[in-house]
């Protein structure tokens, strides 16, 4: 079955630095993939999302590329702040089907 | 407005209780969802509903009931709580299957 794959946290990082938070994925098909965000004591927000090979998807700084030779869907931001500390999700979905989330990753960023 | 609103927030109980979770969305949504998340952050769907009408039940233990009495309502009732069913609960919604999801802020059960 379809599943989802990204690093383990937690990931701590200093404030403006270089951030990849790495995803793949196991699909058939062409699903839609996805990042979602979720702050402490929050819900998840969806943070980007990409629907075909070679699309971009960004956000508040925060970007990534949905690559179909490497089935990967990595996020990346090129300077983080403190207010991005939070758990970041990736997650894939055919149409009309549920949405399959990895673990999570949580990121810590230190001012 | 709240675009998905869940009550209670927070739930303590005695192992055996039942209790529910409530669950409204006023986006106009006609699919509904409740997630389980365990301690670790890891999110598990349990249930989905499509205008009404289950469609997604994920292996969860029959204690476990939902009830969507119209498009914008998904409860979720628990009977003879254990302690493992201890976890965030969040409630869901999204304008059909595979589209972007809008969560609600959660409902922590605590079984003591």
């Known amino acids: 079955g379809d599943s989802v794959t990204q690093m383990e946290g937690p990931v701590t990082l200093s404030e403006e630095a270089f951030l990849t938070i790495n995803c793949t994925y196991t699909a058939t098909g062409y699903p839609s993939l996805f990042w979602y965000v979720q702050y402490p004591g929050e819900g998840l927000q969806l943070l980007l999302k990409?629907?075909?090979?070679?699309d971009k998807g960004s956000n508040k700084g925060f970007e990534a590329t949905y690559r179909k030779e490497t089935t990967s869907f990595h996020l990346e931001k090129g300077s983080v702040q403190v207010s991005d500390s939070a758990v970041y999700f990736c997650a894939l979905s055919h149409r009309d089907d549920k949405i399959i989330f990895g673990k999570g990753t949580r990121l810590h960023i230190l001012p | 407005d709240t675009a998905v609103s869940q009550t209670p927030k927070y739930l303590v109980t005695q192992m055996g209780n039942d209790k529910s979770i409530k669950c409204e969305q006023n986006l106009g949504h006609d699919t509904m969802y409740w997630y389980k998340q365990d301690s670790k952050k890891f999110l598990k769907i349990m249930f989905s509903?499509?205008?009404?009408?289950?469609?997604i039940n994920e292996t969860v233990p029959n204690r476990f009931s939902p009830k969507s009495p119209d498009k914008a309502h998904l409860n979720l009732h628990i009977n003879s709580l254990e302690l493992g069913d201890s976890a965030v609960y969040f409630c869901a919604s999204s304008q059909r299957g595979g589209t972007e999801l809008f969560f609600g802020e959660g409902s922590r059960l605590t079984v003591l």
């Open positions: 990409a629907t075909k090979a070679d």
């Open positions: 509903y499509n205008n009404k009408e289950l469609i």
